[in-house]
């Protein structure tokens, strides 16, 4: 879970100067979408909190 925007190549994910990953995929998770537009994302899916119900 992302708080901030994460440099791929400081933890050993290769990736062009972009930022662009190659090869792989990533997922990525964070509660501010703001940090996932910073970090370019390709593609975004917005998740839903689960009830009480679903989650035990």
Do not use: Y
């Not at 050993?12 to 990533?26: F, M, S, W, Y």
């Not at 979408?33 to 035990?56: I, K, T």
């Amino acid at each position: 879970n992302l708080w901030k925007k994460l440099e791929l190549k400081d933890v050993g994910i290769p990736c062009d100067e972009n930022n662009e990953v190659r090869g792989c995929k990533l997922l990525l998770t964070s509660r501010s979408q703001d940090v996932l537009h910073n970090m370019a994302s390709a593609q975004e899916f917005q998740l839903n909190e689960l009830d009480n119900g679903e989650a035990r």
